[in-house]
């Protein structure tokens, strides 16, 4: 493990572009001219990282990860903390260093960090401020960290040079809302760009495991037969807008894969209950989201989805996660075949493991895109 | 019948989702032995806890301990949670679930009912765990048992896939591939008898290590090196495979085979042709293999009478390593005591083509060296005209790319600085990459990364029978030399050191010298 250190330089300041830079330069010069320093001084450069949080603690939380993000994806990160309705006015900067040893000893790397607090107007010349500000010839990363996706007029532009769009929909205030708004945003953008959703890396291995399922000659008909998909989760927990989403997701997924037909969501009829209906050639497809207790629950990490084959040809396939959080057991049973299941391992990802992986493996995600089109299809019956 | 296209898993699409094999069942001949208990077994475990095999994957253990089910189950539980890659991954939820899907049958290889009782397990697997039909054998039993069981397969029908077309059956054959060129000839005309070239995968697990793959992606993903990769440029190339302990428990067989027979046929050879390729048509195994064999086609054979001027060999005394006293090869169990097997081995290899004429390859490894690592280290040219003069060139040295295979695996270039200050003095520096440091995820063992390439039909990794072939061909006439010269030649080492002083002179008769490792 490595040890990380951030060191704070000055106090925030009114923002001064060419003294911002000539800050940084004088900073890695003291760096590396320290006598006392035990260790050789290395500034490290990756990617740009821009950050847009809306209040000072959020800042300060996304300052915390990209410490830790720094080891692994060594960047220029660039905290924006934009609040249009604070006062007063004002747009501020500061600096700030984010070093660990190099395992097995060695060189301090070092990775930079610029905070912008932006109050009332001044937002709207966020944009001025952020683009000058990003490393040139390395891609930019805006990791949208709001809790509502309505990206305004200047990040925007921020937008238009960005080359990956990081979201997390746990974040999100109201999933179903904001995931048709991205799905909106994304179709209307002029350009193509790259956006991840932490919340869809972490059901990776959910879809993996489904997918296993169906990999053999025998079950992969099974595919074709399916009529009812449930979706279960933990009713009482503060991961219960992160798994909300996340049943979303795989019910589009689901759905996309597939090429079911959406008809209706059907009002619910329990608290928590969410029906979508589908169709698939003749064949009607129910797919249910509930959220509800788990024994031993209470820590949000329970989850279970159920597939289930028409009676002509029962089968059931199931994957679930108890409070243990660690262990998934999956369970086929096929007509004519024995049982099987195994236990498998699938551990809560941390946001900054997920967002380590997603900055190494920034692509468009054609399968995401086609997912988020029919989230926002099941959502938008609603309204 | 259905298409493929028909068949093909629409949830599978997508690029982030990882490749995962079809459901099947793998035999282990020669699962009482080490190799099963400290590398297969444990990599299959932890490719079914990461959700990388399938659901009903099964393990079925051949060999001649009579265990029953439970018991070869049991001691396969004490091999994972005794192997563990990583401390505390060991789980009763794992490790249990894993369980359920080990088997064994005992079989002294040679007697037929065994293969028809392994074929019925195989059957009652498909139905009961759903493993699909799709197989495959692994053989790991001393070599001698390698024809017997492959001939004991075919005649089973258990080296036809199940259903044609439809299911799989592949093979994977352990080291030695042979002793020599006539036995290597041998075993490849039996096991392709009975199985189709395509079915056979010779595993070299060197070539399932992280930084070797990453060797072809440095080459050819990038396009700074492959201008300079060639005679014009490079002054010569080392491959260094060291390691620091003895033949330990493994005394007659080392007697048999030596570390030619060892470490150079197989291991650094392969690393030879991965450094030496042209560039594949594609990233596929026949287009790959085809370009390592074309390497092993042109090194240039070494004649009989001249193996001195190419090859030294020593073996090691009495010594310390790690600070602990270790006996002379000659004393280890096992062991003649007036043994003239090598356990140093030092080459010279030219490859003659376009791009390598003239650049020598130099190939060394050796028991009870100093430390166990395995190096690639590319020697450029010095500059063609020296502008800095008097004290300020003392300093030059040559670049040298390093490509550590093992351990701390990564990529080291060196090169020239300016020391500051107001005199001209110059200094070689190093820019490191390093695997641990730059990415922060274990990865996998070599033995996880092919075995399931292995199950997902890749042999890209895996050796071909005519490179088995040409690799022995090109070691044929110092095998001969040295088995006729006997003790004649035989330079000894003391343990601990990098080798006899008659292999420094080697090098150095060329005006160059062994890489610090």
Redesign the interface.
Known sequence: MQKTQTLALGEPRPVNLAALEAELSALWRSAAEDPSARDVVTRACALTLLAYVESEEEGRQASNLIRLVTEQNPCRAIVIIAEPHAAPAGLTASLSAHCHLAAMGGKQVCCEQITLRARGEAVENLDNVVLPLTVSGLPVHLWWRASRFAPPAYVDQILRVADHLIVDSTRFANPETDLRDLATWLQGSSRPLAVTDLNWARITPWRELLAQCFDSSERRPYLDRLTEVRIEYEQESARLVTQRAQSLLLAGWLASRLGWVFLEQSAPAESGLHRFLFRSGERPVRVESVARRFEGGGSGVCFSIELKADNSSPAVFSLTRGPDGRVVQTHAEVLGLAPVGRAVRLEVLEEVEILNEELMLASRDRIYEETLNMVARLTGSNN | M?KPDE?A??????????R?P??CAMAIFGASGDLTERKLVPALYYL????LL???FSVIGCSRTPYTHEQFREKMRHAVTEHLRLPGDE?E??V???G??VFYISDNFGDAAAYDQLKALLDQLD????T?GNRLFYLSTPPSFFPVIVQHLGATGLAKPKLLG?TWTRIIIEKPFGRDLASARDLNRVVTSVFAEEQVYRIDHYLGKETVQNLLVFRFANGIFEPFWNRRYIDHVQLAVAEDLGVENRGSYYEEAGLLRDMIQNHVLQLLSLVAMEPPATFEATAVRDEKAKVLRSVRPIPLDRVNEFAVRGQYSEGWVGGQKVPAYRAEPKVSPASTTETFAALKLYIDNWRWADVPFYLRSGKRLPKRVSEISIQFRGVPHLLFRGAGAEGIEPNVLSLRIQP?EGITLKFCAKLPGTTMQIRPVQMEF?Y?????AVPPTAYETLLLDCMLGDATLFNRDDAAELSWELMEPVLERWKQDDSTGLAFYEAGTWGPAEADAFIERDQRHWMRL
């Open positions: 259905a068949l898993n629409p949830l599978r699409e997508g690029i982030r989702l990882r995962t079809e459901p079914t806890r990461e959700r399938p659901a009903g789980s939820a794992f249990g679930s894993f359920k899907g139905q009961e765990r759903g699909g439809e701390n390093r641990g440091d730059s990415f922060g």
